[in-house]
């Protein structure tokens, strides 16, 4: 039956025309979790939670994802949404001097882990809360190391053992013209932080050149931790033309992030064989190979990303549904690992009759990150005679 209904959905009214719609609210509180406070200007998105409806016409994407600011009283209402499920994620907007760690409902850090929210036509679902924690921040200059001249468009990105004792991104973010950067909203705890921009080596803290290499820095909330600085050596010149992420995006960073890759030579690299994944007992089958002098250690994931429009605005919106802990592959050898996917995957599978256009990222630990289109496909259990 839940097959069916999202199957509907997707296809549309049979008559071509569209049926008038009634729309549903998210409403709640935001405020701070040690005193309590209302929050104000806290940005509060909801993300419909079945993805392949943003391949709609345009302006009917509009209506499965809204956003809100808190007022005063840390007050929200989201209005204008389709009845269906959503993840709602709390966060300061761009460009914005707060400083809280981002979570979604209900107190989730990962999307992945978000709890769904259900929103029915002509009627607001109330007492969608958070309570937000003050994060610690980290600030430092780049500059050129033979010039001392500030780097402009400098990436920074900081990373942090996940549960699984892999390094993972945390936050990313550019630096000012003057060569400044600030990365808000961490939780207390140690990082390891990167740095690279176009024409320059990839280096990490504290003047090393691996992140298995990298000096931890230590952030304890809510205060900065300052002068977090690198001064980066003019990289080689280089023969071979960058590869790139998609279609007129260049890798010029070397930082292992989902919005760029490496520019520079690599001892090791990791290559996808196949593009069409199968997917049995709800793992898909991922097959990969390390060419190259050295071993390779790499995490795998799949994620769904969408450009939507809301309110005449473009928004790049993204949910994970399947991802692996940190493997390892010898030089010159190959590796076949089973990666679970969550239960958005596998509905929109079913719906798909079976098959699922996805993003897969292979994040190289101390090295790019390389993204393909691939194509899940569901494998028939065979029956037992």
Partial sequence: MCALVI????????AGVRAAEAYGSISGQVTEASSHVPAQGVEVCALSTNIELFEEEPGESAHHEGCAKTDASGEYTISGLDPESYYVAFGDPPQSKLDYVPQYYDDKLLSGEASAVVVSAEKTTPSIDAELTPGGEITGRLTDAETGAPIEKGFVCVFQTNAQGALEVRECEFAEPNGIYTIRGLLSGGYKVGFAAAGFEVQYYNDKSSLA?????????PTLTQGINASLKPAPPVTAPPTSTGPGVANP???PTKSSTTGTAQASTVALKDTRIAVASDKAVVRLACTGAGSCRVKVTFRLERTITVKGKKRHSE?????SGALSIAAGGSLTTRVGLDSMARKLLRAGRGRLKVDLALAVVGGGKHDKRVTLVAQKAKRKK
């Fill in 7 to 14: 199957v509907g959905l997707l296809l549309g009214p049979v």
């Fill in 213 to 221: 290499e990298a000096e931890l820095v230590s952030v304890l909330a």
């Fill in 253 to 255: 960073t070397g930082l």
């Fill in 319 to 323: 949910v994970v549904i399947g991802k």
